[in-house]
């Protein structure tokens, strides 16, 4: 854990906890005020209960010029970051895409094309639809792996985090609680309801919101649309390609044009909003993963759109590539926020309620 990280915010959310004109704000305001002293996990659990709304900050008579010169959204921002990089496993890979996100992202994008044109060289004997190019067979062989790796990744990860924070066996209730304060999204209201102060300095919107929303729901479209394509494969007998009036493709394509409406918003916002009130050192990978994931969305709905034209073969390989390398590196992206947040939320309901 970096020592100065973890000083400089203790020492900021040490005169915050003084003053508490903030108190009404998002959850790490109301979680700083149960106690007076701040260790290392509780400074690590508030990072990562904090979503950078940064009301705080316009809020605060401590900011520069002042002596104290509080700037809590960017102190909170880089313990987090280092939280996911320091518990990423292996650590050294989460350093290397931080540092080259755009170089790391087309890396593994052309390494997966070039694999899946490989593998499209020696076509199915039989198949129709997308399996005309590369059978189930070689799909399966292909994203089980690369899906149930990452997500060993982030599970080693987020036990560590869980032991740091003090999290204890989750209990039915606080669960039920975290998904409620998730799919509201909650923390990003600014504590008040009227919106957050990211992209508009000292105004108050709900566009970070409603585009967080927008992604949250689209992925989770995207991902019933595949595990209910899963379940008429293996269990119904029922093959792609599905047609427009399907399930699968009711979830996706919906799915898929909330992710790219939502994904084109939050960079839009990050552009906009103040580099200083976040960790700058990783500005360009957080910028970089928002556009992997709004391509992979794009990507895909095109090669729907395309469907039964001599696109299908390329447009194929591109959007298999991008999914791929999107689930390679979610464990060492700004993408893993969303395992640790919601850890954050839980672990915040054991402390409001158990001694």
Same mark, same amino acid.
């Given at each position: 854990?970096?020592?100065?990280?973890?000083?400089?915010?203790?020492r900021?959310?040490?005169?915050? @906890?003084?003053?508490?004109y903030?108190?009404?704000?998002c959850?790490?305001?109301?979680a700083?005020t149960?106690?007076?002293?701040f260790?290392?996990?509780?400074? @690590?659990?508030?990072? @990562?209960?904090?979503h950078?709304?940064? =009301?705080?900050?316009?809020?605060?008579?401590y900011?520069? %010029?002042?002596?104290f010169?509080?700037?809590v959204? !960017?102190?909170?921002?880089?313990?987090?970051?280092?939280?996911?990089?320091?518990?990423?496993?292996p650590?050294?890979?989460?350093r290397?895409v931080q540092?080259?996100p755009?170089?790391?992202?087309?890396?593994?994008v052309?390494?997966?094309?070039?694999?899946?044109?490989?593998?499209?060289?020696?076509? %199915?004997?039989?198949?129709?639809?997308?399996?005309?190019?590369l059978?189930?067979g070689?799909?399966?062989a292909i994203?089980?792996?690369?899906?149930?790796?990452?997500?060993?990744?982030?599970?080693?990860?987020l036990r560590?985090?869980?032991r740091?924070v003090?999290?204890?066996p989750?209990?039915?209730?606080e669960?039920l609680?975290?998904?409620?304060?998730t799919a509201?999204?909650?923390?990003?209201?600014g504590g008040? =309801?009227?919106?957050?102060?990211?992209?508009?300095?000292d105004?108050?919107?709900?566009?970070?919101?409603?585009?967080h929303q927008?992604?949250m &729901? +689209?992925?989770?479209l995207?991902?019933g649309?595949?595990?209910?394509?899963?379940?008429?494969?293996?269990?119904?007998?029922?093959?792609?390609?599905?047609g427009l009036?399907?399930?699968p493709?009711?979830l +996706?394509?919906?799915?898929?044009i909330?992710?790219?409406? +939502?994904?084109?918003?939050? =960079?839009?916002?990050?552009v906009?909003?103040?580099?200083?009130?976040?960790?700058?050192?990783?500005? +360009?990978?957080?910028?970089?993963?928002?556009?992997?994931?709004?391509?992979?969305?794009?990507?895909?709905?095109?090669?729907?759109?395309?469907?039964?034209?001599?696109?299908?073969? %390329?447009?194929?390989?591109?959007?298999?590539a !991008?999914?791929?390398?999107?689930?390679l590196?979610?464990? &060492?992206?700004?993408m893993?926020? =969303?395992?640790?947040r919601f850890?954050?939320l839980?672990?915040?309901?054991?402390?409001?309620?158990? %001694?």
């Amino acid at each position: 854990m970096s020592t100065d990280l973890i000083q400089e915010a203790r020492r900021q959310i040490e005169i915050c @906890n003084a003053c508490r004109y903030c108190e009404g704000f998002c959850s790490v305001f109301p979680a700083i005020t149960r106690q007076t002293e701040f260790d290392d996990g509780t400074i @690590n659990h508030l990072a @990562n209960l904090c979503h950078n709304c940064r =009301g705080c900050y316009y809020a605060c008579q401590y900011t520069e %010029p002042h002596e104290f010169a509080l700037n809590v959204p !960017a102190a909170l921002a880089e313990v987090r970051q280092d939280s996911w990089e320091r518990l990423a496993w292996p650590a050294p890979l989460a350093r290397t895409v931080q540092q080259h996100p755009m170089a790391t992202i087309a890396m593994f994008v052309a390494a997966f094309c070039f694999l899946i044109f490989v593998v499209q060289m020696l076509p %199915p004997d039989n198949g129709t639809g997308f399996y005309a190019y590369l059978s189930h067979g070689a799909m399966v062989a292909i994203f089980v792996p690369c899906f149930l790796l990452p997500l060993m990744a982030i599970a080693v990860s987020l036990r560590t985090y869980w032991r740091e924070v003090g999290g204890q066996p989750i209990r039915l209730s606080e669960l039920l609680n975290a998904c409620k304060s998730t799919a509201q999204l909650k923390n990003l209201d600014g504590g008040q =309801g009227q919106g957050c102060n990211f992209e508009q300095g000292d105004r108050y919107s709900n566009a970070r919101r409603y585009h967080h929303q927008a992604v949250m &729901y +689209g992925f989770l479209l995207c991902f019933g649309a595949t595990a209910v394509a899963t379940i008429l494969h293996y269990f119904f007998a029922v093959e792609a390609p599905y047609g427009l009036f399907s399930l699968p493709k009711l979830l +996706g394509v919906p799915g898929g044009i909330l992710l790219v409406v +939502g994904s084109i918003g939050l =960079g839009w916002l990050k552009v906009k909003a103040d580099k200083t009130l976040g960790d700058r050192r990783v500005w +360009g990978g957080e910028i970089s993963f928002v556009l992997l994931l709004g391509f992979v969305a794009l990507s895909g709905l095109m090669l729907y759109a395309a469907t039964g034209s001599v696109l299908v073969r %390329p447009l194929l390989a591109v959007h298999l590539a !991008a999914v791929l390398a999107f689930f390679l590196l979610t464990p &060492y992206s700004k993408m893993v926020h =969303g395992f640790y947040r919601f850890a954050a939320l839980i672990a915040e309901e054991q402390k409001k309620t158990r %001694p």
